[in-house]
């Protein structure tokens, strides 16, 4: 949830070079942007509404500078406009940030900084922070003044900040991601690593409540809590640049969909030692909570049933949010697994506090392996699916499966009969996705591209399939679409039902086959089309998708067609399934 990218370094074309790490920062927020660029005496401003990727360096030329730093915004404090894009400044703009996160206590502060004289512009919390900086600079030095205001700030935040004064960039987090890219003689300030990955694979990550300073040609970190200098591990990040790029692809969500054949296979290439050890500690555990948002909660919800069906273990889920409602159940023996893309969503990393603070356990099944949750696990299992550009998430989300499908065999002692099982699914993917596949999908997608709403049902481990089958539709097609368990329609939501309604059954070659035919013919009854999504034709369906029979891996095929579905609604109706609206790909606020 916004982007941050800032260059201090040799080069003259620092605002090019942001606006152009910018683009590749864009799903992180595309309602505005705005970059800030240091001339001899000044500090230049500009900010624009609308996608960085519209804005074309080649024809408007920016100018000269050494020193620039940039944002690319997902609006949460104040509408979207010029005023409200960063980066944000004192009147004189002799301090100017760029911020991505959320500064709970603003209005306090404001209000305060108000009675001291100062002028605010925007709605946003950010401003806040460049006019208490400067208040604090009446008094202290520019790096004091800000180590000042983040005691003060109450939320998650990373900044980065510069001034009139001096040829400092500073930059600080607490919560939210900061990455420092290390290159010759120059430096990087992302929130994000693809935004630098063309200059150089060297960073510093940066942990909680630390600040970095450059000067020059010198960079030094900072623990602000008791201002001791810190050493810092330079890391280097084996990433190609062009694995952050579309490549031959028209938008990253194709691209992820088709990858698939490639980042499953990785994600069962585990060192077995991770698998093991949470096998373990699972088994250890006197109760175990998986915890996701979105997608990755739906992916968790998969995992309840994995576990009881593969290992018979009894394991809770919660979405992130919801979590803290459970504290009152958590000792110290308690294991929580989180599951995320990002590492960075606000509420999964809530729940995690919420654990901590009770002696629980955290591992994470996680992509973004220098994410703040990744740092703060036990236990971590890296899903190693590469960057995930496209805010829908689709390779994420089954190499998920993957690794949780490989625990619930582990737990069973069957660590060899559950990778087996996958490595024949990834075969079988390879098989499934070629460009037939898709033009066949693509004949439903134009067939229904104009229904108002539509349903998917599922049962057992594809009943979350169905909760996730709707959450891709909405978000790129922005068709009103709902998933149910199959047995639940007819307490209800059948009434939904009309003549034509496209219901999605997902069907698994298992227990719950019959019923789920049943609910189909159910719904077929009352007029609904019905689109099988199944090993098997079968008599009740209008349109039929075959998926390989995986068996318990059947969760991971199914949803395959339905996202290449709500990639393909989404382009007939001309939305841009990269960039849909309203969202950003992480969620780094609660
Ligand atoms: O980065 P995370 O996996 O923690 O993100 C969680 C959700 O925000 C995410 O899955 C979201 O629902 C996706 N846009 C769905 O495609």
Known sequence: ???????????????????????????????????????????????????????????????????????????????????????????????????????????????????????????????????????????????????????????????????????????????????????????????????????????????????????????????????????KRLVEINWKPESAEKGKYPHFMIKEIMEQKETLAKAIEQDPKNIEELAKAIKKAYGTYIVGCGTAGKVGMVGEYLFSKISKKHINFSFGSEFPNYQDFLTEKTLLIAISQSGETADTLEAIEVAKEKGVTIASIVNVESSTMARISDIVIPIKAGPEKAVASTKATTAQLAILTLLAYACDGGVQEGKKLLIDTVSQINDMLNPRYEDYIMKLAKKIKDVESMYIIGRGMNYPIALESAIKLQEVSYIHAEGFAGGELKHGPIALITKGTPVIALVANDDTKSDIISNATEIKSRGGYIIGVSPENHDVFDYWISVPDTGNSSPIVNIIPVQILAYQLAVLRENNPDMPRNLAKSVTVK
Request: aromatic share 10%; charged share 30%; net charge neutral.
């Open 1 to 231: 949830m916004c982007g941050i990218f800032a260059y201090h370094g040799h080069r003259k074309n620092a605002p090019e070079l942001v606006v152009e790490g910018l683009k590749l920062l864009e799903y992180r927020g595309y309602d505005s942007w705005g970059i800030a660029y240091k001339t001899e005496k000044d500090i230049e401003i500009l900010k624009r509404v609308g996608k960085i990727s519209d804005f074309d360096t080649k024809k408007e030329k920016l100018p000269e500078a050494s020193l620039a730093i940039g944002h690319t915004r997902w609006a949460t404090h104040g509408g979207v406009n010029q005023k409200n894009a960063h980066p944000h400044f004192t009147e004189e703009k002799d301090i100017v940030l760029i911020h991505n996160g959320i500064f709970e206590n603003y209005l306090e502060i404001k209000k305060y900084l108000e009675k001291q004289g100062h002028k605010f512009k925007s709605e946003t919390d950010t401003e806040v922070i460049a006019h208490l900086v400067e208040e604090h600079m009446k008094t202290h030095t520019f790096e004091d003044a800000i180590k000042l205001a983040t005691k003060e700030i109450v939320g998650r935040y990373a900044l980065v900040i510069i001034n009139k004064e001096s040829e400092k960039t500073i930059g600080v987090r607490k919560g939210s991601p900061l990455i420092v890219g290390v290159g010759n003689k120059e430096f990087f300030i992302a929130s994000d690593i693809p935004a630098f990955l063309n200059y150089t694979n060297k960073v510093n990550y940066l942990d909680d409540d630390q600040m970095v300073i450059i000067e020059g040609n010198k960079i030094k970190f900072i623990n602000t809590t008791n201002n001791d200098e810190i050493k």
